[in-house]
């Protein structure tokens, strides 16, 4: 089966106009037209290009040569996928790879293209179950990560003021790698996003030791990474470019790494480190939803769960068993016989 580069070029390639890359690309513009983030559009191309090359190899090459038979045997084909490391793909891309083409052949048929969807009644499996409990990271962890960047160099800098950034505010990476020198509000001690998921803006509030880190990072730091003065994305690379997001979760990762910590995630283990100390510490769930930017309390209760030490001390206060009797001096269960 095609990689991910060739696929991308097979969907790129001069195609005949009533073929299946042809419609694809008229879907993507028409997409873009509509104000659909860059993100999103990239990750429906690559799933488009996906069902584009296993049908290339099947001969098939317009939309309306696709059945609903075809659609189930590619449903089967993504369950069996192995990327080039030989893993499966996570269900979550499976769904995810079967919703683009299910929206892509329901955008035909609104548009007259297409007579009927024959990935409309597809049966996709549902995600029970599927979001366990990360644990997040420990206060000891996080200030173990937070003394790994070299502050003598300017990226090292830059990495601290990220590394600040995530753990005072939960942002997501895209967010924070879209993050410009205007966003920064020192003087409301907030930072503002813009376009973040969902196309929404919101202000976050950070922390003073995290905004102290920013004004060294932007006096000390970024003058020395910047390259075009016109430039004013906040978080620059070496070259003087604003930070890709997967070399944002890479350096990430290999900071923790350094720090030996073996939890999941990388950016992501920092947003969900943030809501799940808020919550430890009495915040309200619904003031972690704004900061987290979720449209929806289930989203962010999915991400911080319900907070082990609230419900422990909410089990201390109420529960008539939870405490000892003290006699004296000494612990003395009260143990029946």
Known sequence: MNRPSERARLLALPAAPDSLAAWMLRYLEAMQIQHQSATGLRVRRSRLAHFNA???????????EVTHELMTRFQRHVYFYRKANGEPLVLGSQIETLRAVQAWFRWLVRHGHLASNPAADLELPRLRGQYALRDPLTIAEVEAVLAIPDL????????????????????RRQELANLAIRDIEPARGCLHVRQGKGRKDRFIPVGERALAWLAKY????????LSDPAETRLFLNTQGLPLSINALSWRIRNYLDRAG??????????????????????????????????????TTQRYTHVSIARLKAVHT???????????????DPDVAD
């Open 218 to 225: 932007q006096s000390d730091a970024r003058p020395q990474l």
């Open 317 to 331: 206060a109420t529960h008539p068993g939870a405490k000892l009797e003290r006699r004296g001096d000494v612990d």
């Open 152 to 171: 003598a160099e300017p990226y090292g800098l830059r990495d601290r003021v990220i590394l600040e950034l995530f753990y005072a505010t939960g942002i």
């Open 261 to 298: 910590v073996t939890k999941t995630g990388a950016c992501h283990l920092f947003r969900h480190t943030m809501a799940t100390a808020m919550l430890d510490n009495g915040a309200d769930i619904r003031h972690v939803q704004e900061m987290l930017g979720h449209s929806l309390i289930v």
């Open 54 to 64: 296993w049908c290339s190899e099947y001969d098939i090459a317009r939309p309306s």
